[in-house]
Nanobody, 116 residues
Framework: QVQLVESGGGLVQPGGSLRLSCAASTKVFSIYVMGWYRQAPGKQRELVATISSGGSTNYVDSVKGRFTISRDNAKNTIFLQMNSLKPEDTAVYYC??????????WGQGTQVTVSS
């Protein structure tokens, strides 16, 4: 079992920045593809970004050029740097660790609200 703890959410004005963190409790952090997902009210959860153990990244089109995912394998932590935030980025952001269908874990989520 892997526990994921997110932090860094909050309220920010449009155009502002936030940095999310996700700490994983596992001795084999490097085997997991790590990701950030989000779910806005009344909408399905959607992929935001993923990062492999080697650092390969993938982003949903709506955040490309604004968000950056990174990972620190020595600290079992991933980050999501979010710049130029828009009201439509408002959602609960979830951290995910995946190493196959039997090894798939979620954090409890952190709220990000973009509003003036």
């Amino acid at each position: 079992q892997v526990q994921l703890v997110e932090s860094g959410g909050g309220l920010v004005q449009p155009g502002g920045s936030l940095r999310l963190s996700c700490a994983a409790s596992t001795k084999v952090f490097s085997i997991y593809v790590m990701g950030w997902y989000r779910q806005a009210p009344g909408k399905q959860r959607e992929l935001v970004a993923t990062i492999s153990s080697g650092g390969s990244t993938n982003y949903v089109d709506s955040v490309k050029g604004r968000f950056t995912i990174s990972r620190d394998n020595a600290k079992n932590t991933i980050f999501l740097q979010m710049n130029s935030l828009k009201p439509e980025d408002t959602a609960v952001y979830y951290c995910n660790a995946n190493a196959g269908w039997r090894l798939d874990y979620w954090g409890q989520g952190t709220q990000v609200t973009v509003s003036s």
